[in-house]
């Protein structure tokens, strides 16, 4: 069973830890090859014993999350039932005693672009994705665009309306959200939705400035919070005109942001250096 909850969290693009037991001695509820796997929202399946022992596994599980790292941990029991400790040195064992050692590895998911809007420039960005190796999905109300003719490559298609999304696709803290759908409305009740969701680190909209404060002082005039994962005009400056380059200008924001890059030139200027010897 836990080997199925990974697969399913790790393609919802939920990070996940999965706990093996590598080394058990004495009395111990369970032994070396044991697993139980935890995700961040705390859901568990498998086990390594129960109890204290998986108590701590939980909070260490949460640390190899958040690091991004693996952790070796033993524990020592004295025969006192959940009375587990954490020992990073070899321990005498009581008579009833035990001792166990436990592996922990976070599983983070690859982070993914997901489209909403399967038009001109969603076709050109999920081909781009393709050639970069960028997981993406692909959201739409229209069947025609949601086809997998259209994008052979993208890791789901779903074809449902954009009034509810939440109750068809998950997204997650490794989710970059990109709207460009066929109509303004559309743009403004997916932005809406998104906003709320508050693990998403990226989410960028197509149009223009003068279209974005209209969508926003609407939402703001519901209540809604604007805050700084909004990306609109989305893209960086590179001279966009057609599907292709604005697909182009699209994709290099969200690997930027994905990256933690900044937006300047490696170029050295050469011109300006006339110290290098002529060979």
Known sequence: MWLNNIT????????CTLVTIIDSAGSTPRKTGSHMVINQNGETAGSVGGGGVELQCIHLAR?????GTCITRKFVSKGDGDEWNASDEDAELGVCGGSLTV???SLIPESELVIFGGGHVGLALGKLCEVLNVPYRVYDDRREFAD???????RSLICQSFT???????LSGTSYCVIMTYGHEHDEI??????KIKELPYIGMIGSVK?????????QGRGGVIDDRVYCPIGLRIGKNLPQEIALSVI?????VMRGGIPEHMRVDWSADKSIPHR
């Open 211 to 219: 279209k974005a404060e209209v969508l926003i002082r609407n939402i």
């Open 252 to 256: 290099s924001e969200v690997i930027l």
């Open 148 to 154: 997998p003719e259209r994008f052979a490559g993208a």
């Open 103 to 105: 592996f922990l590895e």
């Open 190 to 195: 997916v932005l809406e939705q998104l906003l």
């Open 63 to 67: 640390e190899a999350m958040k690091t």
């Open 164 to 170: 509810d999304i939440s109750s068809h696709i998950h």
């Open 8 to 15: 399913t969290w790790y393609n919802k693009g939920i990070p």
